[in-house]
């Protein structure tokens, strides 16, 4: 059986973070692992505290995880602190495992910081040249590469830009033009663009669901462009049907 490893933050609400990640690894019948970076105490309309997971600590849950069972893929969430940066990418590196999808998780779509000072920059550096793939949404891909996103055409620079730092492959999420969503694969040589229906609403998780299929589908050994094809229908689905269950914002039918 197929395997892909989470190393993301804690979501009580299951609507993101490992919670939601394994969810959706066996969605796409792949056994999910997870190693925890940070809590969080949070629900569908706030995040009102979070408590980073020791370096060391987190080091040691990978090293023995991954001693064990050898994921064939891999995705980083939120990991919110210098510490976990640097244990995930000594582990990844030691281990030299292969489909490393990295969420550039820094603001909850609630709002709050999930990112502390200075740890951006370590993600960048350490994690970004490892990755098979990064999935930035449109506000992540803008304030890590600088460029204020209005079009289409600013979407592309913006890829062309976080290309630089080092993964094999970049995916923007989340643009939104003449009611349509836009995602953006950028591989260095080609532009893809994969359009699709925008649903009303607001949603947790999406982030976290989206970076997961993907992972998930590499795992299987799919393409890039497969898998976000793939995903893209998968999220489409889980929009549609999610669930109203708390204050705020709706889960995904996962």
Request: overall charge neutral.
């Amino acid at each position: 059986m197929k395997t892909a490893l989470t190393i993301a933050g804690s979501d009580p609400t299951g609507g993101a973070g490992i919670q939601a990640d394994i969810k959706v690894f066996n969605h796409f019948g792949v056994y999910g692992l997870s190693a925890v970076a940070a809590l969080t105490s949070q629900n569908t309309y706030e995040v009102n505290a979070i408590l980073k997971v020791d370096g060391v600590f987190l080091e040691r849950q990978l090293n023995t995880l991954v001693s064990d069972i050898r994921p064939d893929a891999v995705k980083t969430g939120m990991l919110f602190s210098i510490e976990a940066i640097k244990a995930a990418a000594k582990i990844i590196r030691g281990y030299e495992l292969e489909n490393l999808v990295i969420d550039p998780v820094t603001i909850s779509s609630t709002g709050a910081n999930l990112m502390e000072d200075g740890a951006l920059d370590i993600l960048k550096e350490e994690l970004f040249p490892l990755a098979k793939v990064i999935t930035p949404n449109i506000y992540e891909a803008a304030a890590i590469s600088g460029i204020n996103i209005e079009s289409e055409k600013d979407i592309e620079r913006a890829a062309m830009k976080l290309k630089q730092f080092g993964p094999e492959t970049v995916i923007i999420t989340g643009g939104h033009f003449d009611k349509k969503t836009l995602e953006l694969i950028y591989n260095g040589e080609n532009v893809n663009l994969i359009g699709g229906e925008k649903i009303k609403g607001e949603y947790h998780g999406t982030g976290c669901a989206f970076s997961a299929a993907i992972t998930a589908c590499l795992a299987k050994g799919m393409t890039v462009i497969e898998a976000v094809k793939k995903t893209k229908k998968f999220m489409n689905a889980a929009i549609k049907n999610a669930h109203t269950i708390g204050k705020g914002m709706r889960l995904l039918n996962v």
